[in-house]
Nanobody, 118 residues
Framework: QVQLVESGGGLVQAGGSLRLSCAASGLTFSSFAMGWFRQAPGKEREFVAGINWRGNTAYGDSVKDRFTASIDNARSTTDLQMNNLKPEDTAVYFC????????????WGQGTPVTVSS
């Protein structure tokens, strides 16, 4: 059974930084992608960033050049470094695992809240 646990969310002022982490357990396949999504109150879930086991990355337009995803294949963990945070980045951030970077994500974490104050 695949389980994902996110950590690192919290409250930060605009312009600040946060680093989210996601640890996956129970993965039985060697090639996979880990993605980050977010959902703000009253809004639909939004793709933030993704990274696969080869280190290939993809980013949502609103976070390009500010957020960076990294992966540790041996530990099945992914981090999301978020810099120059803006109030509009406020959301619950979810980690997810799928087979490919551009495909669907079958496993999801519980989410960690990020609040950016102005």
């Amino acid at each position: 059974q695949v389980q994902l646990v996110e950590s690192g969310g919290g409250l930060v002022q605009a312009g600040g930084s946060l680093r989210l982490s996601c640890a996956a357990s129970g993965l039985t396949f060697s090639s996979f992608a880990m993605g980050w999504f977010r959902q703000a109150p009253g809004k639909e879930r939004e793709f933030v960033a993704g990274i696969n086991w080869r280190g290939n990355t993809a980013y949502g337009d609103s976070v390009k050049d500010r957020f960076t995803a990294s992966i540790d294949n041996a530990r099945s963990t992914t981090d999301l470094q978020m810099n120059n945070l803006k109030p509009e980045d406020t959301a619950v951030y979810f980690c997810a695992v799928g087979r490919t970077l551009g495909g669907s994500y079958a496993y999801w974490g519980q989410g960690t809240p990020v609040t950016v104050s102005s």
